[in-house]
Structures are given as C-alpha cells and as structure tokens.
C-alpha cells in the first residue's frame, strides 16, 4: 500500500490567498516608491539649474539671456521624465520649472524654483495632496 504524497487543494488555495494579499499591499507600495525616485529627477535638475543661473547672474548681472544654448546656464537635456524650461527672466528674477512629460506616469506633476530659493509644487496627479507650504511634495500624503 501507497501513502499519498504531495499537497491538497485546501493547501494549495491558502498559499496562492496569502501571495495574493501580500501582492496587494506590495505593488502599491512599490510604484509609488517607484513615482518618489523619479521625482528626484525633476527636483535635483531644478538645483542643479538654481546653481548655474546664480553663476550667470555673477558672470552677467542680470539672468536676461540665461537658458540659452552655449551660456554657462544652459537648460538641461536628456532628462527621462521630465523637461526643465525658464520664465520671468529679467533684470533680477527667474522662475524655472519642471513639467513632467506627456504620455509618462509624471505627466501631472509640476515643479518650480526662482531666485529666491522658493520650491512650488505646482501641479500633482489625482490621488495626491498638494503641500500646504512652499516645498517640493514628495509623498502621496503632501510631505515634503
């Protein structure tokens, strides 16, 4: 006589139940772990640029004239997730923003800075809070 051997179907069901569980609390966790890592992309480009405009407004005493091609505050290109431009450039302001790019998961989101150091979360996604200072979000939450 044989003994049995192997798993029953109860056995089989609990296990696939308790992947499936840990499956829903993981995944959602991990994209927005994943939506926090690429915010980083905009937020650190938007320093970087913050870094060259205060160089060319040494250089020229003025930020007319800064984003542009071949001076030593050019905008940054190449980026994944988003796209850096400059506006309200004059004598002594600038304001430069990270738009998230159309069609991506970042599409929604929208970051600023200006010569004052200011960081503005200008647009986030639905499901997000937007801060209630002046700071760059982060979180779903609103923290920044």
Sequence with gaps: ??????FTLIEVMITV??????AAVAIPSYTDYITRSKIQEATSAL???RTKMEQYFQDQRTYVGAC??????PLPA????????????????????????????????????????NRVTA?????????ATNCWVMRKSGTC
């Design 1 to 6: 006589m044989r003994s049995a051997t192997g």
């Design 17 to 22: 139940a308790i992947v499936a569980i840990l």
């Design 47 to 49: 320093l970087a640029q």
């Design 68 to 73: 542009a091609a071949g001076t030593v505050a």
């Design 78 to 117: 190449g980026l994944k997730y988003f796209t850096v431009g400059c506006s309200n450039l004059s004598s002594t302001t600038y304001t430069v923003t990270a738009t998230g790019i159309a069609g991506s998961d970042m599409a929604l989101f929208s970051f600023t800075i200006d010569q004052g150091n």
């Design 123 to 131: 647009g986030v996604p639905p499901g997000w809070t937007p801060p």
